[in-house]
């Protein structure tokens, strides 16, 4: 047979239309729709196995489903079901995935530019590759080609070339080789039976030369078999059909489908809205659908393919009578192929036998007058439909009038959470300062290093000295054994130095009387005595000035901790600076939201002065409209020069703040002239430190003297043994300190490089946060901007659909209604478009904020900012670390004052522990120097990736603007038609009545 009946066990689906269903491996997935009164129905998902007994069920899916719909498109692609668009509570542009393996539904995250809400488009898989053409938001028909890539979930608009069909939906699109063939649909005022054939490689639409034709078909369903693409159904001239032709793609042409011949069966019911699904065993299904007689609602049908026959057909002509509906032509109309040559005329009214005589005339007037005043019946009824569409429209638009406060809310918050990031941005500059004048410790700290090179070449010196001592003493040891030898041992001795020289000459002459050589040689230690006695006053004077130099150093740190609070106070007057710039910002605010009220009451006013002008006509009309046009330009540029106003004066504050700063540097510097002069003290306090050692030795020369003349060889060999191992310890440390210097200085060229570096980086940053301050203020201007166009709008709208309540009960012509209605519609779509801008512009601040709120390293930025802040206080103390080193120092010079060789021990002690105490310093430094600088480069990849997010946002948003106002455009110039074209019926049918009567009469 043709067409079977087919019955399944299960809860069935249906009645529904305008739903979708797709086949994969014997099964029927069945989503969404309307049900017989055109109420969306759910979001329940059914499946027809159609294996065995064919049966329904209602399979358990996880994830998030798509909302209630129905006009919607789906397409399976590799055992995946891709939704797209419909409509539900309103228009939708979303997308959802149907995984057929898990039963889970998701939505992926999608790249490029989705196509506009629609509703009642066509989409077409081709490989991996969705393509989606057509449909309709509201009353406006599209005619764009949009491609779904799957394999990489991007949407793409398709640059399409050729002739490209005019817009429309309730189309039928099927897809033979690399061709997708287009036939039929509505533009909502007529309706077509045309075909199109887009390449999907070359993307060039055609027209072909069609042989044969069918009448014009509004939600008809379709398959391929072969190279035929079966039509069935749709609406044809206002009334459901159950007749099937088919494209053939080869000949291009319009055969009939007629049963073949031996078969039965009867066709199923005439439908719109139903669908139709060839599944892997050549059997059609064909599911729902609406028809005008609810008795006739059988769900479902099947069909076996290989048992149709398919016939040329002439070009159609059918019944004049069967009256058209909203969605197609009028009886006598041309159908919209007829502005083509190359097609075959579509279907004109088939001719009657024409009746004679004056009574036939009058019968045939009456029947036209009859199809005109239905004609006018169906234009009505269409107006009716749309107010009630209006009536919704509206409660859209109050709807997102709270969702636009919602999202000004929003906004305001992320102000907030913008200017809090401000503040941590001032917090790490002032870090930065800090570390930079550690930096500048850390040079100080060097230069002493090399001052302190420069003692242990003193301290060289003083070996030297010690050596040439062993040497006389080991000359005096080899003299033991004959006395004549040492006589000859003293007398080099006393040459070698100069203060025993005349003495030793005296003894050469006197050798037999050592005796009172020796008395005369203990004066002479009495007399060394007393002078070491003078030596040690000279050293407790010089104790004496070392406390002096202390209190002056002390006295020149107060003054550094004075500098230090004036350069804090400097800090206090930055800040209210800033906070005044806060405040003269928010008083632009303030300037621009009455700015805003002044615009909206201007609205107001043109609005009142177009209610009281309506009926004055079309001209006056536009000249209020170019004036409120012009004086909305006037207060934009008004508003403009506010915020030029504020700008400036921000610039101006920040040219204070450059000043204080100035100021700021200044006080540094001044710090850094007192530290100069604290080195200076220091330097000082060396000097005196260096006379005392300096009379330390000669003590201890007198002593070394006084031990060799009076001591014994035993005790001079223990001496000489104790001084070599003083001096190889010497040698060690003096070793160690030179390798230890020597790294400290490689450490503060890395300190100084990264300093260098890290200077760049802040420069960078700042300019970065400078830009993107800017692109956020821009971003700003453009959301309050768009806030106040779509409150203008909405009063607007307000106003004139009071206006259009008051000419209905009133009474006044079709015209004026029509006129005011395309205003709305025009206004609507505006506040549409501004709608969008407005949600396009809340998201990326709404990203802006997560990425500030989520963004890892900036969290790590503020608990670096906290460590610093600890660190600091530590820097405070170190003054008092200096002071305790100085008095360490100190305690070593009085060990050396004690006993010459250890005092320089000791002094090698004092020197490495603070060359070790530097080193420490100088690698905290450059681990603080390289997280900043880590933290830099993260701020400002931040900058980098928010400032191309926010230029192509703003390029896509200027295009988009740009394809409404075409589109706005293209809607008036149809409207117009539109009228134009009713205009001119009414006239006729006040003609005909004109002519019935005289003919009464």
Not at 421 to 447: F, G, I, M, P, Y
Not at 589 to 601: G, L, S, V
Not at 921 to 932: A, F, G, H, K, T
């Amino acid at each position: 047979s043709v067409w079977t009946n087919a019955k399944a066990a299960g809860k069935q689906p249906f009645p529904r239309s305008y739903h979708t269903a797709t086949e994969l491996n014997g099964k029927i997935y069945i989503y969404g729709g309307k049900d017989e009164n055109g109420n969306p129905t759910d979001t329940t998902l059914y499946l027809l196995n159609t294996a065995g007994l064919k049966s329904w069920n209602i399979p358990k899916t996880t994830g998030v489903a798509p909302t209630v719909r129905s006009g919607h498109t789906a397409n399976m692609v590799e055992k995946k079901m891709y939704v797209f668009g419909g409509y539900g509570d309103k228009f939708m542009n979303d997308h959802f995935v149907l995984n057929c393996g898990t039963l889970a539904w998701s939505k992926p995250r999608i790249s490029g530019q989705p196509p506009l809400p629609r509703a009642h488009h066509s989409a077409t898989a081709v490989g991996k590759a969705i393509f989606i053409f057509g449909g309709n938001y509201l009353t406006k028909p599209f005619n764009d080609m949009h491609v779904w890539e799957t394999n990489s979930n991007r949407f793409r608009a398709v640059a399409t070339s050729g002739d490209v069909p005019s817009p429309r939906y309730s189309h039928v699109a099927e897809v033979v080789g690399k061709n997708i063939f287009v036939f039929g649909g509505t533009d909502g005022k007529q309706a077509f039976n045309d075909v199109y054939v887009f390449n999907t490689e070359t993307s060039v639409w055609s027209r072909p030369a069609m042989n044969g034709s069918s009448p014009p078909r509004v939600g008809a369903s379709s398959f391929v078999q072969n190279k035929h693409i079966v039509i069935f159904g749709g609406d044809t001239m206002g009334n459901p059909d159950n007749s099937a032709v088919a494209i053939d793609t080869e000949s291009m042409s319009i055969v009939q489908c007629v049963p073949a011949a031996g078969s039965n069966g009867k066709l199923p019911p005439a439908r719109e809205g139903a669908v139709t699904c060839y599944t892997s065993k050549k059997i059609v299904y064909l599911l729902g659908g609406r028809s005008s007689n609810p008795d006739d609602a059988i769900p479902l049908f099947t069909l076996t393919p290989s048992s149709l026959n398919y016939t040329a057909t002439e070009n159609c002509e059918y019944d004049g009578s069967v009256a058209p509906t909203a969605s197609a032509p009028a009886a006598s109309a041309p159908a919209p192929v007829a502005a083509k040559p190359a097609t075959p005329a579509p279907a004109v009214e088939a001719k009657k036998e024409e009746p004679s005589g004056h009574d036939d005339e009058l019968l045939r007037l009456k029947a036209n007058l009859d199809a005109l005043k239905q004609k006018r019946d169906l234009v009505a009824k269409r107006n009716q439909e749309e107010k009630t569409a209006r009536a919704a429209d509206s409660a859209d638009i109050q709807k997102l009038t709270s969702e636009v406060g919602s999202l000004k809310a929003s906004l305001e918050s992320a102000e907030s959470k913008c200017a809090t990031a401000e503040k941590a941005r001032h917090v790490l500059e002032a870090k930065c300062a800090d570390l930079q004048a550690s930096l500048k410790n850390a040079t100080s700290e060097a230069q002493r290093v090399k001052e302190l090179e420069t003692k242990l070449a003193a301290l060289q010196e003083q070996q030297k000295i010690i050596a040439e001592m062993k040497q006389t003493i080991q000359q005096l040891q080899n003299s033991s054994s004959d006395a004549s030898a040492l006589e000859s041992n003293i007398q080099s001795y006393k040459d070698d130095l100069s203060e025993a020289k005349v003495t030793i000459e005296e003894r050469e002459s006197k050798i037999r009387s050592l005796k009172e050589s020796l008395e005369q040689k203990e004066k002479a230690v009495t007399q060394l005595k007393e002078d070491a006695a003078s030596f040690k006053k000279v050293i407790d004077e010089n104790k004496s000035g070392l406390r002096d130099t202390e209190s002056s150093l002390a006295s020149l740190k107060d003054t550094v901790a004075t500098l230090e609070k004036q350069k804090a106070k400097l800090e206090e007057q930055i800040t209210e600076l800033k906070a005044q710039i806060e405040s003269l910002k928010a008083e632009r605010d303030e300037a621009i939201a009455n700015k805003d009220k002044e615009i909206a009451k201007l609205k107001a006013e043109i609005e009142h002065m177009m209610l009281e002008k309506v009926k004055q006509g079309g001209e006056e009309m536009s000249k209020l409209q170019e004036e409120f046009e012009q004086k909305f330009k006037d207060a934009e540029n008004e508003r403009t020069r506010l915020q030029q106003e504020s700008s400036a004066k921000a610039e101006r504050y920040e040219e204070e703040i450059a000043k204080l700063n100035k100021s700021v540097s200044s006080s540094a510097s001044e710090l850094d002239e007192l530290q100069k002069k604290c080195d200076t003290t220091s330097n000082e306090l060396r000097t005196v430190t260096s006379q005392k050692d300096a009379l330390t030795e000669e003590i201890s020369s007198l002593q070394a003297k006084v031990s060799g003349l009076e001591s014994e060889i035993e005790s001079k060999e223990a001496a000489a043994k104790e001084l070599q191992e003083k001096y190889d310890e010497q040698h060690t440390t003096v070793a160690q300190l030179t390798s230890k210097v020597t790294s400290l200085q490689e450490q503060l060229a890395q300190a100084n490089s990264a300093a260098s570096k890290n200077s760049q980086a802040n420069a960078e940053e700042q300019k970065l946060v400078a830009e993107l301050e800017s692109k956020v203020s821009a971003l700003e201007s453009e959301l309050k901007v768009s806030h106040g166009k779509e409150e203008g709008l909405t009063t607007r709208i307000t106003s004139l659909e009071a206006l259009v309540s008051e000419l209905e009960s009133s009474g006044s012509n079709d015209d004026e209604m029509n006129a005011l209605i395309g205003q709305i519609e025009e206004l609507q779509n505006k506040e549409a478009t501004y709608t969008a801008e407005i949600e396009e512009l809340n998201a990326q601040i709404a990203a802006m904020e997560e990425s500030y709120q989520n963004n890892e390293d900036i969290n790590n930025l503020n608990d670096e900012i906290v460590r610093l802040n600890d660190e600091l206080q530590e820097v405070g103390s170190e003054l008092e670390r200096e002071k305790e080193k100085n008095e360490k120092l100190e305690k070593d010079l009085s060990k050396a004052a004690a006993a010459g060789s250890s005092g320089s021990g000791g002094d090698t002690s004092g020197l490495s522990s603070k060359v070790k105490e530097q080193e420490e310093e100088i690698e905290r430094l450059e681990n603080e120097v390289e997280q900043w600088m880590v933290a830099s480069e993260q701020l400002q990849k931040i900058g980098e990736d928010a400032v191309a997010e926010i230029t192509s946002e703003a390029d896509r948003l200027r295009q988009e603007l740009a394809t409404w106002q075409q589109t706005a455009e293209e809607q008036i110039k149809r409207r117009r038609d539109a009228e134009a074209e009713l205009l001119n019926s009414e006239s006729k049918l006040n003609e005909l009545d004109s002519m019935v009567r005289r003919l009464l009469g």
